[in-house]
């Protein structure tokens, strides 16, 4: 079926270096959403995209939504230790039919080298 | 810390128990929903519910049963598990709910579930 794909899996970085992550669906998306799940913690919400070409700053994280509305990025500049756990993007994909169900990709482990 | 609480935190269960997962949401919200995050698999939406009424049902086998008295709590009831049940189930509410779009989803701590 229909999928949100998210690459890479793992990434482990100095800390310091700059860390991205990146979304891609094979249908347009009205809209595309990310967490974020510390270790042994549960996922919590950091930003939600919903117009083509959209940036969005949060501090040291950039959002980018693809002018497509296809494909997403999450960067971080200069990691920090507390940056460490899986980024999770979400979006609404159709479901069979004209039904749409919330999907997330597999996520992206980042673990930080202090 | 959210707005959203889960009991049990642990649930160690046979697989002929029957046994109930519980959820309560603290924000006002009137949708509200179920996950399962497996180890290695995407995080995966369950059960729908907005204003107590189900909207999804994700193809989600019949030994789970979702209830939903009112928009503050959400049950989900397990009966005849199988080991490769054993997950975290996540509930989560959010402020409204449309089909095609999904608002902000505010998650609970979960329920680390181990089927014997």
């Known amino acids: 079926g229909q999928q949100v794909m998210q690459i890479p899996q793992y990434q482990h970085v100095q800390e310091g270096e700059d860390f991205t992550t990146y979304c891609n669906s094979s249908?347009?998306?009205?809209?595309i959403q990310w967490y974020k799940q510390r270790p042994g913690g549960h996922p919590v919400f950091l930003i939600q995209?919903?117009?083509?070409?959209e940036v969005k700053k949060q501090k040291r994280l950039t959002f980018q939504f693809g002018e497509a509305k296809k494909n997403s990025s999450l960067h971080i500049t200069a990691t920090q230790t507390t940056d460490v756990g899986t980024y999770f993007c979400?979006?609404?994909?159709?479901?069979?039919?004209?039904?749409?169900?919330?999907?997330f990709g597999k996520g992206t482990l980042l673990t930080v080298n202090p | 810390e959210t707005g959203v609480t889960q009991t049990p935190r642990h649930l160690v269960m046979g697989m002929t128990n029957k046994k109930s997962l519980k959820c309560e949401q603290h924000?006002?919200?009137?949708?509200m929903y179920w996950y399962k995050q497996s180890a290695k698999k995407p995080l995966e939406l369950m059960f729908v519910?907005?204003?107590?009424?189900?909207?999804e049902n994700n193809s989600v086998p019949s030994r789970f049963s979702p209830e939903c008295p009112n928009s503050s709590h959400l049950f989900l009831h397990l009966h005849t598990l199988q080991p490769e049940d054993s997950a975290l189930y996540l509930c989560?509410?959010?402020?409204?709910?449309?089909?095609?779009?999904?608002?902000?989803?505010?998650f609970g701590p979960g329920t680390r579930l181990t089927v014997l």
């Open positions: 519910y907005n204003f107590k009424e189900q909207t």
């Open positions: 249908t347009t998306l009205s809209n």
């Open positions: 979400a979006g609404p994909v159709l479901n069979g039919g004209s039904n749409y169900k919330l999907t």
């Open positions: 995209l919903v117009k083509s070409g």
């Open positions: 924000l006002g919200h009137n949708a």
């Open positions: 989560a509410s959010s402020q409204g709910y449309r089909e095609s779009s999904y608002n902000e989803q505010f």
